[in-house]
């Protein structure tokens, strides 16, 4: 802005977003069917895509892994069976990248199974 004199007045505002995404992670499936049986990432609206969802056994090997998916869909998500077959009750370790309207995120934790 500049008065009536010349006087040059130059005010910079920043403005910070807060990031209101909720994501809510289950921690214990029921691997036996009825509720409870999916394990999959849920959240608001400011989730907007899980990019890749991997769930390993105790001994670190691979059971589960999917790319490219909506949240709040269980469906979606991981039924509790590896290579079709159900897996041995316990506790099994995450990772999951998810998306969200201020980019790509990681969590990690552990999701038990039980019978």
Excluded: A, H
């Amino acid at each position: 802005m500049t008065d009536i004199y010349g006087c040059v007045e130059i005010i910079n505002i920043s403005i910070r977003v807060k990031d209101n995404t909720i994501v809510t992670i289950p921690n214990i499936i029921n691997g036996s069917g009825g509720n409870n049986n999916y394990f999959t990432i849920y959240g608001n609206e400011g989730l907007l895509m899980i990019k890749k969802m991997s769930i390993f056994d105790r001994w670190g090997n691979l059971v589960f892994l999917k790319e490219n998916f909506l949240p709040n869909i269980p469906q979606e998500g991981w039924d509790g069976k590896m290579r079709g077959s159900d897996v041995v009750p316990g506790v099994f370790v995450y990772t999951v990248e998810y998306m969200t309207n201020f980019g790509s995120k990681v969590i990690s934790g552990d999701i038990t199974v039980i019978k």
